[in-house]
T-cell receptor, first 111, second 114 residues
Framework: RKEVEQDPGPFNVPEGATVAFNCTYS??????FFWYRQDCRKEPKLLMS?????NEDGRFTAQLNRASQYISLLIRDSKLSDSATYLC????????????WGLGTSLAVNP | EAGVTQFPSHSVIEKGQTVTLRCDPI?????LYWYRRVMGKEIKFLLH????????ESGMPNNRFLAERTGGTYSTLKVQPAELEDSGVYFC????????????FGEGSRLTVL
């Protein structure tokens, strides 16, 4: 079983749509959780950290359910510029510095 | 402020040859990481430097890979001899604050081994 699992998609949505991505992780001792964004042939960039209480940044909302080992990302009012791959990332247990990556979920927002 | 820079952006070599990838982290960042993405697979951790010391090299695939960070500034990753399965994108990242999880990545060095 993969340490971090994501639906690879692709998700094709119209502008203005709401889209949700899910991610599960296998190690219950994982400590920190993140969503990174990667544009085609570019480097990954941090989108947002994910906290147990849930957190929001503009049109983006991230949720963490430790009991279910489940992380989500909700994008409201999708823009064309949101088209990218969204990577679910957790830190390895006992080591806050090693990032464990999901395969990524591809999103295409269409006009 | 300059970001993380990597060189070369793309390298095409034949099996058995040697390639050296270079990473210049953001100035002042003590933590430097190497990650690799093989096509169709997840990004995988290779190793972590704190200044010039190897903090964790558990992700290095085998002894054909050698990473150095002399002087605690730039780092090199040498693959010798290269094999077909080494093809992929090698990302370098740096951070000054270890526990935030925000790594600043370079654009990657794409390695193609023929």
């Amino acid at each position: 079983r993969k340490e971090v699992e994501q639906d690879p998609g692709p998700f094709n949505v119209p502008e203005g749509a709401t889209v949700a991505f899910n991610c599960t992780y296998s190690n219950s001792a994982s400590q920190s959780f993140f969503w990174y964004r990667q544009d085609c042939r570019k480097e990954p960039k941090l989108l947002m950290s994910v906290y147990s209480s849930g957190n929001e940044d503009g049109r983006f909302t991230a949720q963490l359910n430790r009991a279910s080992q489940y992380i989500s990302l909700l994008i409201r009012d999708s823009k064309l510029s949101d088209s990218a791959t969204y990577l679910c990332v957790v830190t390895s247990a006992g080591n806050n510095r090693k990032l464990i990556w999901g395969l990524g979920t591809s999103l295409a927002v269409n006009p | 402020e300059a970001g993380v820079t990597q060189f070369p952006s793309h390298s095409v070599i034949e099996k058995g040859q040697t390639v050296t990838l270079r990473c210049d982290p953001i100035s002042g960042h003590d933590n430097l990481y190497w990650y690799r993405r093989v096509m169709g697979k997840e990004i995988k951790f290779l190793l972590h430097f704190v200044k010039e010391s190897k903090q964790d090299e558990s992700g290095m695939p085998n002894n054909r890979f050698l990473a150095e960070r002399t002087g605690g500034t730039y780092s090199t990753l040498k693959v010798q001899p290269a094999e077909l399965e080494d093809s992929g994108v090698y990302f370098c990242a740096s951070t000054g604050t270890v526990n935030t999880g925000e790594l600043f990545f370079g654009e990657g060095s794409r390695l193609t081994v023929l």
